[in-house]
């Protein structure tokens, strides 16, 4: 069993960053893929950014180049390292685990998911 606790979301003007934490319980973390997906408001939940328990990294269009995941094996931590926030960033942000990245990449069908960290863009 895995528990994912999100963390660092908060209210932060356009331009600006933020880094959200998802730590995890439980022994196997390093083995899991991890990912961040979004919800905006009256909008469907999208992916954003995964991770492979080896380290390689994918990222939706829209952040690519703006957003960093990476993890720490060590602390069962993931983190997604958000720089040149957007208004339209403006979402719930979950952290989702599973043994498989490419299910991580479709966005569904997690193993497990965090209870997710609000981050307001302000213009």
């Known amino acids: 069993q895995v528990q994912l606790v999100e963390s660092g979301g908060g209210l932060v003007q356009a331009g600006g960053s933020l880094r959200l934490s998802c730590a995890a319980s439980g022994r196997t973390f390093s083995r899991y893929a991890m990912g961040w997906l979004r919800q905006a408001p009256g909008k469907e939940r999208e992916f954003v950014a995964a991770i492979s328990w080896s380290g390689d990294t994918y990222y939706a269009g829209s952040v690519k180049g703006r957003f960093t995941i990476s993890r720490d094996n060590a602390k069962n931590t993931v983190y997604l390292q958000m720089n040149s926030l957007k208004p339209e960033d403006t979402a719930v942000y979950y952290c989702?685990?599973?043994?498989?990245?490419?299910?991580?990449?479709?966005?569904?069908?997690?193993?497990?998911w965090g209870k997710g960290t609000l981050v307001t863009v302000s213009s």
């Open positions: 989702a685990a599973h043994r498989e990245i490419a299910t991580i990449l479709r966005g569904n069908g997690m193993d497990y």
